[in-house]
């Protein structure tokens, strides 16, 4: 687990703008601490995606400061690399790479010690063992998500990024990632995390960042699963 940023701050963004070439939101702030689990919240539309985008340095901020591990954000360091993991929801694979060659790749390239053994128990936890030896094209849309999820956790981090990760995920599977997410924040990781599923940020949020055409500002659990009932 790489040490977290100056004041015990993994992300901090004051007054940040985001967008593509327009603001797409008002702007936020907002903190990620060691065993914090912060949930983004708000309507199709709202900027949710375009914020974590912005956070794991794939889309500059228009205005605002914005700083991952203590500095600026810079995807090309080794330091943010090796910290932040992300799972944004993309199809991104290798379409000669089977499940597990997936899964050990990412294990290799992160100095994973005993990689087959990790890779193993996430095939078994993600639901994947029967699907293991599968290309990504012959998966089902779910198994394929799973996939990204188990990617994402393969690796060490002391951020973790997710977009919407209870999509295409049945009921179970829902439950298994909400203990994945407590389980995360409690040995000390941090979770970054845009969501639809109020079950989610009532399980595993320790906060929410309501994004609304306002205004956004951080509230409770609670407020932010009203909020996802609401819309």
């Known amino acids: 687990m790489v040490a977290p940023g100056a004041g015990g701050e993994l992300v901090r963004a004051v007054e940040l703008g985001i967008g593509h070439d327009l603001p797409v939101c008002p702007p936020v702030t907002f903190a990620v601490r060691p065993g914090d689990a912060v949930a983004v919240v708000g309507a199709n539309g709202a900027g949710k995606s375009t914020l974590l985008r912005t956070v794991v340095g794939l889309l500059d901020p228009l205005a605002g400061q914005l700083q991952v591990l203590g500095r600026d954000v810079d995807e090309r360091s080794v330091e943010f690399r090796a910290a932040v993991a992300a799972d944004l929801g993309d199809d991104a694979f290798f379409p000669a790479l089977t499940a597990r060659e997936h899964l050990l790749l990412t294990c290799c390239g992160h100095g994973v010690g005993e990689p087959a053994e990790v890779v193993d128990a996430l095939l078994e936890e993600f639901g994947l063992t029967a699907r293991a030896e599968a290309l990504p094209a012959a998966l089902s849309s779910g198994q394929r998500r ?58 595993a949020a320790t906060c929410g960042l309501l994004i609304t055409e306002g205004s956004a500002e951080v509230v409770e659990p609670d407020a932010a699963a009203a909020a996802i009932e609401a819309l």
């Open 146 to 203: 799973r996939l990204l999820l188990a990617a994402a956790l393969a690796r060490p981090r002391s951020l973790l990024v997710l977009d919407e990760p209870e999509q295409r995920l049945d009921a179970g599977m829902r439950r298994a990632l909400i203990r994945r997410l407590v389980e995360e924040r409690e040995i000390g990781g941090a979770v970054l995390l845009a969501t639809h599923d109020p079950a989610v940020v009532l399980g």
